[in-house]
């Protein structure tokens, strides 16, 4: 392992979190349009470009490698990228290897992904009503996600549901959620929504939901601890005492994360992101093609970890257009 990358906040970079494809067999409202135009194909990492980004990161002390897209799992020979990764867990430089994805490739997959050394999985689903998904996912098919599900936890996959908070859309299933987590054995998050990209926010489907608000709800049937601990990431948590559940709360817009943030996103065109709230980036594909060696490579990247800002407050009156991230989730990879 070379030096290990530590940003000007005394902060070790721990987490990367990569983008593989910008594509999605899903249109999920608050994430897509219907019409998306997609990226060139040429303008994607190839699979061998990732695996050359992902090892440098590694070998720089990066530990945990989150997979994420658009839908990771459409892309094309993904399972040739995972199965290289591997490597890396066999050899103990990188300890966790693992993915979010919508589910619905899973089915295909959950054994091979296992085979890989991947052990937990994050899959998003925000209702388990048949209607209600077909409509907030647009071209998404419940009955395949379930099956997905299936598939995964036959596999050995342990599984955290991620929901996204929508106002008037499935604040009525809080409770039916929780329970049919705990009655899977699964980990569930409520992700609070972001206004990215050209979304509306007037919409029924994207009507933002605070969690401080959904948190109160689940006090009015469950006695709520919090816990300690945290991930590096926004993420916080807390435990239902009547069934020792614990429930996620990723909060985005706040930035009281900041401090102990260990993590970068890379885009599938190879972008790295240094703070999910704010717009500025290193482009890593231009070094990385420039030469076959990884050497150049390595300076962008400890170029770029050295720009890490401190944190984020989402002050949108300078970084997006009419209030709104001008970045798709997808792109980021979320
Ligand atoms: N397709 C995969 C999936 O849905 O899990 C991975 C990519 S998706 C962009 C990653 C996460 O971002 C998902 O959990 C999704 O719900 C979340 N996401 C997308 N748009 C969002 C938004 N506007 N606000 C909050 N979360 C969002
Ligand atoms: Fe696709 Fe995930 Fe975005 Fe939904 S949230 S459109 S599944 S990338």
């Known amino acids: 392992m070379t030096v290990p990358l530590i940003d000007p906040f005394q902060r070790a970079i721990s987490y990367l979190r990569v983008s593989v494809t910008d594509r999605c067999d899903f249109r999920c409202v608050y994430c897509m349009a219907e019409n998306m135009t997609f990226l060139p194909k040429k303008e994607l990492l190839t ?11 590694v070998r720089m002390g990066v530990e945990k490698l989150r997979i994420t897209g658009g839908e990771p799992l459409v ?43 991947v052990r937990r999985i994050n899959v998003s689903l925000d209702t388990i009503d048949e209607a209600k998904f077909a409509e907030i996912t647009r071209w998404g098919r419940l009955p395949q996600v379930m099956r997905g599900l299936d598939a995964a936890q036959e596999a050995g996959l342990r599984i955290k549901i991620n929901a996204v908070a929508l106002k008037g859309f499935n604040e009525d299933e809080l409770f039916t959620l929780a329970e049919w987590c705990a009655s899977r054995d699964m980990d569930m998050t409520w992700i609070e929504v972001m206004p990215m990209g050209d979304l509306g926010n007037e919409d029924r489907l994207t009507q933002y939901w605070s969690l401080d608000d959904l948190r109160a709800q689940l006090a009015t049937r469950y006695t709520l601890t919090d816990l300690a601990e945290r991930t590096g990431g926004p993420a916080r948590y807390l435990r239902l005492e009547e069934t020792g559940q614990k429930i996620g709360l990723i909060t985005p817009m706040t930035h009281n994360f900041c401090e102990s943030c260990n993590r970068v996103r890379l ?14 980036m290193a482009d890593l594909r231009a070094p990385l093609r420039a030469s076959e060696g990884d050497a150049l490579l390595e300076q962008s990247i400890r170029d770029a970890i050295a720009l890490k800002p401190k944190g984020h407050d989402f002050d949108y009156s300078r970084q997006e257009v009419d209030g709104q991230m001008s970045r798709h989730m997808s792109h980021t990879g979320g």
Do not use: P, V, W
């Open 267 to 280: 885009t599938c065109t190879g972008q790295l992101y240094m703070c999910l709230g704010q717009e500025d």
């Open 47 to 57: 699979l061998e470009e990732l695996d050359r980004m992902c090892s440098t990161f």
């Open 75 to 117: 892309r094309r020979d993904i399972m040739t990228f995972f199965r290289s990764m591997k490597r890396h867990l066999d050899s103990g430089e990188l300890k966790e290897l693992t993915l979010t994805t919508n589910g619905s490739q899973l089915e295909r997959f959950a054994g091979e992904l296992y085979d890989c050394g």
